[in-house]
Structure formats: structure tokens, C-alpha cells
């Protein structure tokens, strides 16, 4: 059974920094890309950040782009959200997610989030 | 970046009944597209990927239509446990991946 489960969220201020962990197990973790998700208070999905299976292509949204960094240790089956210089509006549930490959277009590769993670909540505030 | 629109923001529906999901892309993805249904303190599920593949398990109550730039997200027999917040999504330009607004089907 896919599980995804993520760590690391709490309150923090303004300004600071936290990083969010995500376990991955059920599945050869080190054969798929994985993405980032959050839910803001009320609002909808927004994807974050994503990774491919060896960590050479690297993505995030312009919105955490310089402040966010993700990143994957393929021996501890984990997946990792760095957020530094933390912002109120970053305030949210963030789900880790496994990316499925669903062929190319174009030449590009297409990914869906099949599974995902109950999700991390992490309060910015002061 | 692609703006996905759902409609309608929420739709009321009794139990038993249908509901019919829409979702429109600011230009052609294709076939992909997929959604996913959210429950209140649960993980979003995917329901539909290839916009009319079923995933692993899902009801055959569930089932999706459309390509390029018009999809449709249908649910016959509603059940209790349907009742939740439906996104779509487009994975053919990225990044980013963009989400719909979402569309809440709630008790009628």
C-alpha cells in the first residue's frame, strides 16, 4: 500500500524558516517524481514545488521561487520542503505528493498526482 | 500559465441524483487532465486522469469526458460520501500545474 506521510509543520513567525518532511513507503520511491501541494485556509489546490526520481529537474511556482527549496534522499525514501523567509500568505495544509508518469507530449514528459499525503499544516504568524 | 475554471462554484444535489461537473482550460491540454475529489481533513483523491480514466478502485459512478480545452466530470447515484470539493487539473503545460477553483457538491 502507497503511504505518504508528512512532518514537520507548527506555528512559526514571519521571517523564519521550517522545513517539511515527507515519508514515502509502498512503493520504489526512487522511480517516481514527487510534488509539493498546499491549501490555503479556504481556498484550493496550488501546486508548489516538484522533483524528479533523481533529483535533476527541479521546479517550483513563481510565488515560492527563491524562498522554497525541495529536495529527495532516495536511500530514506523521503522528501524534503525547505521554506525559508516565511510569509503569512503561506500559511496552509501542504500535501506531499507522488507524481505519475503519463507519457509524453510534445517531447515532455506529463505527470498527475495519484497519491497523496493527509498533509502538514504550518501556521505563519506572528 | 493555463487558468482552469470550474462551474458551478457549488452544486446542490440529492442523494441518488446526478451531478455534472465542469471544467474549462484557457487553452488546449488535450486529454490531460485529471480530478480530484477533497474531503474536509482528508488527503484530495484522484478520481479521473487521461480525462476519462477511472483510477484503481474508483466507482464506475464516476466518469469523465471532454479534451482540449472543454472536460466534464460526471457523478451518477450520488452518495453521502460524495458529497466534497471536486478540482480539476491540467498536467500538459507545466510548470506550473494548475488547479481548477473547485466545485462543492453539497446536500440538496
Known amino acids: 500500500e502507497v503511504q505518504l506521510v508528512e512532518s514537520g509543520g507548527g506555528l512559526v513567525r514571519p521571517g523564519e524558516s521550517r522545513r517539511l518532511s515527507c515519508g514515502a513507503s509502498?512503493?520504489?520511491?526512487?522511480?517516481?517524481?514527487m510534488t509539493w501541494v498546499r491549501q490555503a485556509p479556504g481556498k484550493g489546490l496550488e501546486w508548489i514545488a516538484h522533483?524528479?526520481?533523481?533529483?535533476?529537474?527541479?521546479t517550483y511556482a513563481d510565488l515560492v521561487k527563491g524562498r522554497f527549496i525541495i529536495s529527495r534522499d532516495n536511500v530514506k525514501n523521503s522528501v524534503f520542503l525547505q521554506m525559508n523567509n516565511l510569509r503569512v500568505e503561506d500559511t496552509g495544509v501542504y500535501f506531499c505528493?507522488?507524481?505519475?508518469?503519463?507519457?509524453?507530449?510534445?517531447?515532455?514528459?506529463?505527470?498527475?498526482?495519484?497519491?497523496w499525503g493527509q498533509g502538514a499544516l504550518v501556521t505563519v504568524s506572528s | 500559465e493555463i487558468v482552469m475554471t470550474q462551474s458551478p462554484a457549488t452544486l446542490s444535489v440529492s442523494p441518488g441524483e446526478r451531478a455534472t461537473l465542469s471544467c474549462r482550460a484557457s487553452q488546449s491540454v488535450s486529454r490531460n487532465l485529471a480530478w480530484y475529489q477533497k474531503r474536509p481533513g482528508q488527503a484530495p483523491r484522484l478520481l479521473i486522469f487521461?480525462?476519462?480514466n477511472r483510477a484503481p478502485g474508483l466507482s464506475a459512478r464516476f466518469s469523465g469526458s471532454g479534451s482540449g480545452t472543454e472536460f466534464t466530470l460526471t457523478i451518477t447515484n450520488l452518495q453521502s460520501e460524495d458529497f466534497a470539493v471536486y478540482y480539476c487539473?491540467?498536467?500538459?503545460?507545466?510548470?506550473?500545474?494548475?488547479f481548477g477553483q473547485g466545485t462543492k457538491v453539497e446536500f440538496k
Open positions: 487521461g480525462a476519462s
Open positions: 487539473q491540467q498536467y500538459d503545460h507545466w510548470p506550473p500545474w494548475t
Open positions: 522533483i524528479n526520481s533523481g533529483s535533476s529537474i527541479i
Open positions: 505528493t507522488r507524481a505519475m508518469f503519463a507519457g509524453y507530449s510534445d517531447g515532455s514528459p506529463r505527470y498527475y498526482f495519484d497519491y
Open positions: 509502498g512503493f520504489t520511491f526512487d522511480s517516481y517524481s
